[in-house]
């Protein structure tokens, strides 16, 4: 495997299911980002662990709940979703270094397509 | 205001015709500019990154900067239909945060 790569690559879930989505990236990268694509929409950033560290957007909903248990994989876990909160979840890397100006280039992993009913 | 506006289209033109492509944005603090291209169901991949003001050119691809008016366009000479994607613009200023706009879906006809 190289790159970033996502599981599952669809999922449908009701509004009380509790599922997980997988990210992980094969590039040495120290940092892991989760979008979120909706149509139409610019990407949103939700969360980002940069030195392991995490960052948040503050208006992501609690029912969102980012995992981090090393450099190289990333966990989005879901529960209790609402059917806005369909669309494509997205996962990224980057190598960042503190206080250096760096290119920080993102790569994208192919997304998880998620439905809520 | 948006950050980060960016028409999302849709825009159609023939093969071999040059597509202009660009986006506006309010924050003077956005130091590195990029475009990215995203095929339907792939995650985007970056296609052109520009440090500050001006131009630079990729085989048929040419990324403009102009900082003073806040102004970022691409552009896409002898468009192809393996060009058809959605292009997304990207900026970011000295830390990680990308700002993105909306995308703007291109379809090139053969």
């Known amino acids: 495997e190289t790159g970033v790569t996502q599981t599952p690559r669809h999922l449908v879930m009701g509004m009380t299911n509790k599922k997980s989505l997988k990210c992980e990236q094969h590039?040495?990268?120290?940092?892991m980002y989760w979008y979120k694509q909706s149509a139409k929409k610019p990407l949103e950033l939700m969360f980002v662990?940069?030195?392991?560290?995490?960052?948040e957007n503050n208006s992501v909903p609690s029912r969102f709940s980012p995992e981090c248990p090393n450099s190289s994989h990333l966990f989005l876990h879901l529960h209790t979703l609402q059917p806005e909160d369909s669309a494509l979840y997205l996962c990224a890397s980057s190598q960042e270094a503190s206080g250096v100006n760096v290119r920080g280039e993102q790569f994208f992993g192919p997304g998880t397509r998620l439905t809520v009913l | 205001q948006k950050e980060v506006e960016q028409d999302p289209g849709p825009l159609s033109v023939p093969e071999g015709a040059i597509v202009s492509l660009n986006c506006t944005y309010s924050?003077?603090?956005?130091?590195?500019f990029m475009w990215y291209r995203q095929y339907s169901r792939k995650g985007p991949e970056l296609l052109m990154y520009?440090?500050?003001?001006g131009n630079k050119e990729d085989g048929r691809f040419t990324a403009q900067v102009d900082k003073s008016s806040k102004y970022i366009s691409l552009f896409i000479r002898d468009s192809q239909p393996s060009d058809s994607a959605t292009y997304l613009c990207?900026?970011?200023?000295?830390?990680?945060?990308?700002?993105f706009g909306a995308g703007t879906t291109v379809t090139v006809r053969a």
């Open positions: 662990y940069n030195f392991k560290e995490q960052t």
């Open positions: 924050n003077s603090a956005f130091q590195y």
């Open positions: 990207a900026m970011r200023r000295d830390d990680y945060k990308l700002s």
């Open positions: 590039l040495g990268h120290n940092a």
């Open positions: 520009t440090y500050s003001s």
